[in-house]
């Protein structure tokens, strides 16, 4: 009867101790994990709980790694080396930064075809290429970093003659920056500087706001 209880009470024991350890683990407290683990009496089950751990070790590791991989393709993409951020993007295979993984290698691909039009002189596609991008980045998540890349691509390739910095330059000069309405000639000069975007109106305010918030 006595050993009855005992092994009774220890079955309870080691419930409790794999409830603590599973908590631990949830709540990312490996060594606690680990420690409380070792008090299981039950081979089968302290072996089981053992697989987890080492299980959650081998994640925590993919997921640092992940995250260092996403970093640097990010920071490669927005200095223009397209080639780069698509390699080390390509690295990453964890769940938790897939997705934005995909988006880094997306976005590689449609700037490099950016670069290469630039490169050719074709500003007529680029523009338009431009154009899309800028509506979407209106409509979802306006990021600084995109169009300061857009911005550099379209300045270095045509030397400073091109780009949204250079299109803000001369709405300050004529006092329009920030303004729903402007003189038909003011459109023309701005229709002259790549690339073509809306400049009046809800959106081309809004837009004209956004640059000024990311230093422009």
């Not at 899309?132 to 169009?147: A, G, K, M, P, T």
């Amino acid at each position: 009867t006595t050993t009855y209880w005992q092994e009774h009470a220890q079955l309870l024991l080691d419930d409790i101790y794999t409830e603590e350890a599973n908590r631990a683990l949830s709540d990312d407290r490996l060594a606690e994990a680990k420690a409380v683990a070792r008090q299981i009496s039950d081979p089968i089950r302290q072996q089981r709980l053992e697989v987890q751990i080492a299980q959650f070790e081998r994640s925590q590791v993919t997921q640092k790694s992940d995250h260092t991989y996403l970093e640097l393709a990010q920071k490669a993409l927005y200095s223009g080396q397209f080639q780069v951020a698509k390699e080390t993007a390509a690295r990453i295979i964890g769940r938790e930064e897939g997705m934005k993984a995909i988006d880094v290698l997306q976005k590689a691909e449609s700037y490099n075809q950016l670069s290469n039009l630039l490169r050719d002189r074709q500003w007529d596609s680029a523009s338009l290429m431009t154009r899309l991008r800028l509506i979407s980045l209106l409509r979802d998540n306006f990021s600084c970093e995109e169009v300061g890349l857009i911005d550099r691509l379209w300045v270095e390739a045509s030397q400073g003659q091109y780009g949204l910095s250079v299109q803000l330059r001369y709405k300050k000069q004529e006092g329009i920056l920030g303004q729903d309405s402007m003189t038909a000639l003011q459109q023309q000069q701005l229709n002259q500087i790549y690339p073509s975007r809306l400049h009046w109106g809800t959106d081309g305010v809004t837009l004209d706001r956004k640059l000024r918030s990311c230093g422009y």
